[in-house]
């Protein structure tokens, strides 16, 4: 069993997660996605240290987030604690968080725009859709509403009731275009 690659293990944890919540699996398959980009899906599991687990959060922090960071690595952590559980391996190298080999600022936290880098955006939406008023609108909306895109994209006209001045935010669109509430 520890001859298998941490694609194929990640093959079965995905499997595994068969029944969960639609959204929480399309999010298991993204970050998994994004794990078997990197050379460390081709090793054999028995053979990943905590050396190669710091290198690849290395890698990470190249091109995402602390917080989409985190979110790989429970991806891993949870699917080596199965072999380790069963002594397969004798260590679960994503044991320790991520962000003790980075160095990234805590991302997780709203940041909230000031008023000059909302304008600076809207001016910068104008010049790069040439003028197109739906972009510019719709951004405006999202920026005074807080909604945010899959809540947008789910929106019904029976969602508004424009004689009480309320729209109802109920559902959300998800990354595999299905509406839930």
């Known amino acids: 069993r520890g001859e298998i690659t941490v694609e194929e293990l990640l093959d079965e944890f995905l499997d595994s997660k068969r029944y969960v919540n639609k959204n929480t699996y399309t999010n298991y398959m993204s970050y998994i996605k994004s ?11 028995r053979d990943v240290t905590i050396r190669d687990a710091s290198q690849f959060a290395l890698e990470l922090s190249e091109c995402y987030t602390m917080s989409t960071i ?3 690595w429970g991806v891993l952590r949870q699917a080596f604690q199965i072999p380790y559980c069963d002594d397969v391996v004798t260590k679960n190298p994503f044991s320790l968080p991520a962000s003790k080999w980075l160095t990234l600022e805590d991302d997780s936290k709203t940041k909230i725009l000031t008023v000059q880098e909302e304008q600076l ?61």
């Open 35 to 45: 794990i078997k980009a990197h050379q460390i899906s081709y090793m054999r599991i």
């Open 70 to 72: 985190h979110n790989i």
């Open 121 to 181: 955006f809207l001016s910068s939406l104008m010049t790069m859709y040439h003028g197109s008023l739906p972009a510019y609108q719709l951004s405006v909306f999202l920026l005074h509403t807080g909604l945010r895109i899959g809540e947008l994209c789910a929106l019904k006209w029976s969602d508004i009731d424009l004689n009480s001045n309320v729209l109802s935010i109920n559902k959300s669109m998800q990354r595999i275009q299905n509406i839930e509430t």
